[in-house]
């Protein structure tokens, strides 16, 4: 069984509109995470939660934003799309101080 | 920023041989992991360290507990199953879990 699963696997979306990428992780863990995987760059940092509460954000832009409504859960809401965000998105969990990262399968996110 | 520098940046590999990929930090880090990237896109962890080696089958990961800015990780009697994109991935000073990637090395695992 999964253990840590993303909705949904693939998207599409139109330049402007509104997007919401699922993440739950069944680990027990207590952080979790969003990293960007595109074409042009290498897998990159977003955000950190831990206890549902955000600890590092190094995504620039307000038009991303994490929403964690249950300890195992930490979605990612992204407004007024652009092209350039086109990329797979990968959502994370580890238990802090201990062991590594680990992640979900990703959302594959398409602005047209 | 915290760099990551890996290497070599793509490896073909004939089945039955072996070859070690590289990564070096630009500054100490507190850990490092390794993921190899399946075709599908999946990211599957490999090893996590924090000083050290560790050994899985045919693969095995070493980290420079010294100077912490150094690591490897070595594939042993290459097989096809074991193509795809290899990344380290640093963990920072900080006590969080923030990952530093590379860029990761493209391996082809040929017959």
């Known amino acids: 069984d999964p253990k840590i699963i993303q909705k949904p696997k693939y998207l599409v979306a139109v330049t402007g509109s509104e997007k919401i990428l699922i993440c739950e992780q069944y680990?027990?863990?207590?952080?979790m995470y969003w990293y960007r995987q595109s074409a042009k760059k290498p897998l990159e940092f977003m955000f950190s939660?831990?206890?549902?509460?955000?600890?590092d954000n190094q995504t620039a832009s307000s038009r991303f934003q994490p929403q964690s409504s249950k300890k195992n859960h930490l979605d990612l809401q992204i407004t007024a799309l652009k092209p350039d965000d086109s990329a797979t998105y990968f959502c994370?969990?580890?238990?802090?101080?201990?062991?590594?990262?680990?992640f979900g399968p990703g959302t594959r996110l398409t602005v047209l | 920023g915290d760099q990551v520098e890996q290497s070599p940046s793509a490896l073909s590999l004939h089945e039955g041989t072996d070859s070690a990929l590289r990564c070096n930090f630009t500054?100490?880090?507190?850990?490092v992991q390794w993921f190899r990237q399946n075709s599908r896109g999946s990211l599957i962890s490999l090893f996590y360290?924090?000083?050290?080696t560790k050994e899985n089958g045919r693969l095995k990961s070493a980290f420079d507990s010294k100077e912490r800015r150094y690591s490897t990780l070595h594939i042993r009697d290459a097989q096809l199953e074991d193509s795809g994109t290899y990344f380290c991935?640093?963990?920072?000073?900080?006590?969080?879990?923030?990952?530093?990637f590379g860029q990761g090395t493209v391996l082809s695992v040929i017959p």
């Open positions: 994370a969990s580890s238990q802090e101080g201990l062991g590594g990262v680990y």
């Open positions: 680990l027990g863990h207590n952080a």
């Open positions: 939660y831990s206890y549902q509460k955000l600890m």
């Open positions: 500054t100490t880090m507190r850990s």
């Open positions: 360290l924090a000083s050290g």
């Open positions: 991935a640093a963990g920072g000073a900080g006590g969080n879990n923030k990952l530093t």
